[in-house]
C-alpha cells in the first residue's frame, strides 16, 4: 500500500442491536453519514464544517484516542489535521462516534501504509467506540466499517460475519427531540436475571432476523424484529418513548421496528416506503407532544470508504 499525504472519507450511519441482537447485530445504512478529511500533520489540529459537531480536542475525543492508540502501537509519525462534516446528528443511536472511529481507524491505515484489512480495522475503531461507552464494543463499528449486516459472534478473539441485506429492504429511522439516555442509564435499567419464557421469545426473534438475512428474505427479516428483554426494560424506564406505539403502528403498516441502538432514534424495516406509515408515526409523535422526523433510507453495502 502507498502512503499518501491526505485522503477525503465517508462514513455511513449504523444502526445496532435490531430487536433481539442485542450489543451483537448491526447494519450500516447509506444516509445519513458523515464525510471528513485527514491529512499527515506536524501538530494536531481537527475542526468541524457543519452544525452537527464532533468532539475535536486530542485528549477528549474519539478522533484523538484512536490515533494515539495506532500511533503507540506502529510507531508513527507526526499527528493529524481533520476537517468534519457530520451528516449524522451526535448522540441519536444512529453511530455517530461509530463513525469518527472507524473513519480514524481508517485514515491512519491509508495514511501511513500499514496495510491493515477491514477485520484489523474494526479492532481499532471498537477502541474507539470504548473511548465514549466505557469499554470496547463493535455492533456499531462493524457494519461502519464493513458495510451490510454484521453479526460479532466473539469478542476475544474478535470475530465479525458480514452478510449483504436485501437490495429491496428499505428503512424509515424517526429521529426526535428526546435527550439521549446516558450509556450508564440504559445499561442500569436492564434486568441482570430474565424469565426462561422471555429467553426463549428473544432466541426465536434472532433466529429468524439471522435467517432472513442469511435467506435475503425481506418478509423473514421483519418478522424477526422483536424483544422481550432489553426494549421493553429501556422503554419502561421512560429511555424510548412513545416506543410501544411505534411497533403498534408498525405492526398495523406491515413494517418491523426496533429502537436504533440505545435510541432515542427509531428505526422500522419493511419492503417498500409507506407514506402512510410515516404520516402516522409522526402524528403519533405529535399527539404526545414530541417533536420528530422521518428519514427514509436502505441499507449500505458499502462502509467506511474514499471519496
Not at 80 to 96: E, H, R, T, V
Not at 220 to 231: H, L, P, Q, R, W
Request: charged letters at 20%.
Amino acid at each position: 500500500m502507498l502512503c499518501m499525504d491526505s485522503i477525503s472519507i465517508r462514513a455511513p450511519a449504523t444502526t445496532a442491536n435490531l430487536g433481539a441482537g442485542f450489543d451483537v447485530c448491526g447494519m450500516a445504512l447509506s444516509e445519513p453519514f458523515d464525510e471528513f478529511t485527514f491529512s499527515k500533520s506536524d501538530a494536531w489540529h481537527a475542526a468541524n464544517e457543519t452544525a452537527f459537531i464532533a468532539a475535536t480536542d486530542e485528549q477528549k475525543s474519539v478522533f484523538g484516542f484512536v490515533w494515539n492508540a495506532m500511533k503507540q502501537e506502529f510507531g508513527l509519525p507526526g499527528s493529524l489535521q481533520i476537517s468534519a462534516k457530520k451528516g449524522i446528528q451526535p448522540s441519536a443511536g444512529m453511530g455517530s462516534s461509530a463513525a469518527e472511529a472507524s473513519a480514524t481507524a481508517f485514515a491512519v491505515n491509508e495514511l501511513f501504509g500499514l496495510n491493515l484489512e477491514r477485520s484489523e480495522l474494526v479492532h481499532w475503531a471498537g477502541l474507539g467506540e470504548g473511548f465514549t461507552a466505557g469499554n470496547p464494543h463493535y455492533d456499531n463499528v462493524a457494519p461502519c466499517v464493513l458495510g451490510g449486516f454484521t453479526i460479532t459472534y466473539n469478542t476475544n478473539p474478535l470475530k465479525v460475519k458480514r452478510l449483504d441485506a436485501p437490495k429491496d429492504l428499505v428503512c424509515m429511522l424517526v429521529v426526535s427531540e428526546v435527550t439521549k439516555p446516558s450509556t450508564a442509564f440504559a445499561r442500569s435499567v436492564l434486568p441482570e436475571q430474565v424469565p426462561r419464557r422471555d429467553a426463549l421469545v428473544n432466541c426465536q426473534y434472532l433466529s429468524r432476523l439471522l435467517v432472513g438475512f442469511y435467506e435475503n428474505d425481506v418478509q423473514t427479516i421483519v418478522s424477526g424484529f422483536g424483544d422481550a428483554i432489553v426494549e421493553p426494560s429501556r422503554a419502561r424506564a421512560g429511555g424510548l418513548p412513545n416506543f410501544l406505539q411505534f411497533k403498534k403502528l408498525g405492526d398495523q403498516h406491515g413494517f418491523g421496528t426496533a429502537s436504533s441502538g440505545a435510541g432515542p432514534t427509531l428505526i422500522a424495516f419493511g419492503a417498500e416506503e409507506s407514506p402512510a406509515f410515516s404520516d402516522a408515526v409522526l402524528d403519533s409523535f405529535s399527539r404526545k407532544g414530541i417533536r420528530a422526523k422521518t428519514i427514509w433510507t436502505k441499507p449500505s453495502a458499502l462502509g467506511v470508504h474514499a471519496l
